[in-house]
């Protein structure tokens, strides 16, 4: 990779960080309402796989993968507004977080049935193979959500069809509270790839170099018609499932063991064995990053509140008389 | 042309896929088999497998798939091989179908169509003989719509699958077969959220649809001598055609609303509250609902027939209600 790739990675890492922290702060401040689920400790995965996507491939993120919104294009501050839920989100204040997508980027909105959303993606793939359009969908869950029938459902028809569609465990090993071992009986979810008769692959997320290389390989199978891939990322949620979660559950020393596989920590590593201006590169990245997400938040912040009857807008193509009273 | 109701739907699809290429049909057997109940005969040979699609036993994914591709602007028509199925589906409908455009801000239209074999009286037991409808019309963002004549069953299916919103589409299989009506040959629509009035009267207004519709005419002709009927066949059960609703109410007094699904959470309970809360004044009895006993839809013909309306509740209860 060319150093203007390596620091340009190095930038997505460190920006999807910082508005992770910025939203968690907003949110002990008392300025969001709502759920907000910290992906702080994930961002190799989003990074990885959404980098070298095209502008009109799609991907489906999951819940706490505000990350993928950024690096598939999605504008930080529309992004921050759909988090305060103001006008200016992409759902307009009818949900908050990550359920409104930005379809102009090709992000689809998830909802909070995880997993549904593998369907979706699926439907897509099988458009783009209709069609021959030169696409994929990149679909996100969680190991949690593997438990879910949709997950099968959406699988199964990806391999009879060898659909242009990558599936995209994030194993952070813990869904809410239940672990691993209460939610699945194989030692890996991407061990199941051989029942729907694609491939499995397990990475650690936590490694871009080993995510990049893996996406990319799965990437170019599904564009030259080779199907689906089922692709595993182990990684590690810093934060509680949600902000209010102490995560009692897990033990310090484990938190502390993945603390000390940070994937932007690695990448530094990496970027310093390079022998480039480590320092600097920190230092300009930091400025840029801080700059952008408090952009994001002022704009946010003076973004309009809707109005209560805005909440009647966009249920229909055409407004229905409902009569309601 | 003469065609039974079934034919109808199989012409509207084809038609429909034959008109524009972003429209599909997925289901399971839809392809090669032509369906469960042959309403789809013809159409894979003709459209293509592409975009005929045999589905696997899915239903989330099928309705999910559907949205998918709808995003995309693709226009699929997604069966349910029996309506009993579309639970599976539930949640891509509501949570996922349902909420997509409210979810994204305007940003995208959900022109899918889930259509199904509605209905009992064909002896087929608890897990083909349901009407699910209410709980679909519960749920803001879907449209409900459920023909009950050959005419509409073509006509709406081909408004539904042109409507850029999520259309549930409850077709009555005691229908399929059982009758045949003379249709234009040329191209027509039926509009989603118009009621029909299938009968004028002065006594009293019966609201229907589906399969019941026959069995309120045919009574509407049966007392003719005794009482004057209006019948009014609803076809769109969200939105519901309200003009045309308290219309008749205002106009005759009395209202006695039949469905075949079960009372209780039914579409007559919010029809009957709507009646009594702006037609107070013009009422001149109570308004009065005739639907399935509040149990599961049985196998033994006799119980069937015990649990579901019929010909002679629906005499009973109009007669009932004439006395006022």
């Not at chain 1, 009818?94 to 409104?100: A, I, P, V």
């Not at chain 1, 021959?132 to 699988?155: L, Y």
């Not at chain 1, 912040?301 to 229909?316: Q, R």
């Amino acid at each position: 990779m060319t150093e203007q790739k390596d620091r340009e990675l190095y930038r997505w890492l460190r920006l999807i960080r910082e508005f992770e922290d910025r939203t968690s702060a907003l949110d002990k401040q008392g300025k969001l309402m709502g759920g907000v689920y910290s992906g702080k400790g994930q961002e190799a995965v989003t990074v990885g796989f959404c980098h070298d996507l095209r502008w009109d491939d799609w991907i489906f993120p999951l819940h706490r993968d505000l990350g993928a919104f950024l690096v598939k294009g999605a504008d930080p501050k529309r992004l921050m507004a759909q988090i305060f839920g103001k006008r200016d989100g992409f759902a307009k204040g009818k949900d908050s977080y990550l359920h409104g997508g930005d379809l102009s980027n090709g992000i689809f909105g998830s909802t909070s049935c995880l997993g549904a959303t593998l369907p979706v993606a699926a439907g897509m793939a099988y458009k783009f193979k209709i069609r021959k359009e030169d696409r994929v969908a990149v679909a996100f869950f969680g190991e949690g959500a593997s438990s879910r029938g949709d997950v099968h459902e959406a699988m199964n028809f990806a391999g009879v069809h060898k659909l242009p569609v990558i599936f995209v465990c994030e194993n952070n090993f813990y869904a809410y509270s239940t672990p691993n071992e209460l939610q699945f009986g194989v030692d890996n979810v991407a061990d199941r790839a051989a029942g729907y008769g694609f491939k499995g692959e397990v990475v650690s997320g936590n490694d871009l170099h080993a995510v990049m290389k893996t996406a990319g390989k799965a990437i170019d199978r599904a564009r030259t018609g080779d199907g689906p891939t089922l692709v595993e990322c182990k990684t590690y949620r810093y934060h509680g499932h949600s902000e209010h979660d102490r995560a009692d559950y897990r033990s310090e020393e484990e938190v502390i063991t993945w603390e000390s596989r940070d994937p932007i920590a690695l990448w530094e590593i990496y970027l310093e064995k390079r022998k480039y201006d480590i320092a600097a590169i920190r230092k300009e990245t930091a400025e840029e990053v801080t700059r952008i997400v408090e952009e994001a938040v002022a704009f946010a912040e003076a973004s309009p509140s809707p109005a209560g009857p805005e909440a009647m807008d966009d249920l229909y193509a055409m407004p229905i008389d409902t009569e309601a009273r | 042309m003469l065609v039974t109701y079934i034919e109808a739907i199989r012409q509207a699809m084809d038609e429909e896929l034959a008109r524009d290429r972003n429209v599909l049909l997925m289901g399971e057997d839809v392809g090669v088999l032509g369906g469960a109940f042959k309403a789809s005969t013809g159409l894979q040979e003709k459209h293509g497998a592409d975009r005929v699609v045999d589905m696997p036993i899915s239903e989330s994914l099928i309705v999910g798939a559907g949205v998918g591709l709808a995003v995309q602007g693709m226009r699929p028509i997604l069966e349910m091989q029996f309506i009993d199925f579309i639970s599976c589906g539930f949640d891509q409908i509501v949570n996922t179908a349902a909420t997509l455009r409210y979810r994204h801000g305007g940003q995208t239209a959900c022109p899918i169509v889930v259509r199904g074999p509605s209905g009992g009286g064909v002896h087929g037991g608890l897990y083909h003989s349901q009407n699910p409808e209410a709980w679909f019309c519960h749920v803001p963002g879907l449209k409900v719509v459920a023909p009950a004549t050959a005419y509409d069953a073509k006509g709406l299916l081909k408004s539904a699958i042109r409507d850029d919103d999520p259309v549930i589409y409850f077709e009555h299989k005691f229908l399929y077969r059982r009758i045949k009506e003379e249709i234009p040959a040329e191209e027509y629509l039926v509009p989603i959220g118009k009621a029909a009035l299938r009968k004028e009267g002065r006594d009293l207004t019966v609201l229907t649809y589906g399969a019941p519709v026959h069995a309120v005419m045919k009574a509407a002709r049966d007392m003719a001598a005794e009482v004057d009927i209006e019948v009014i066949d609803l076809r769109t059960l969200l939105p519901i055609d309200w003009a045309t609703v308290k219309g008749s109410v205002r106009k005759t007094g009395k209202v006695l609303i039949v469905h075949e699904a079960r009372l209780t959470g039914g579409i007559g309970g919010e029809v009957a509250a709507r009646i009594a809360q702006d037609c107070f004044e013009e009422l001149d009895g109570p308004v009065m609902r005739l639907a399935a006993r509040d149990v599961h839809t049985p196998f033994a013909p006799a119980m069937e027939d015990y649990v579901l309306p019929n010909q002679e509740k629906i005499t009973e209860a109009i007669r009932k209600l004439a006395a006022y």
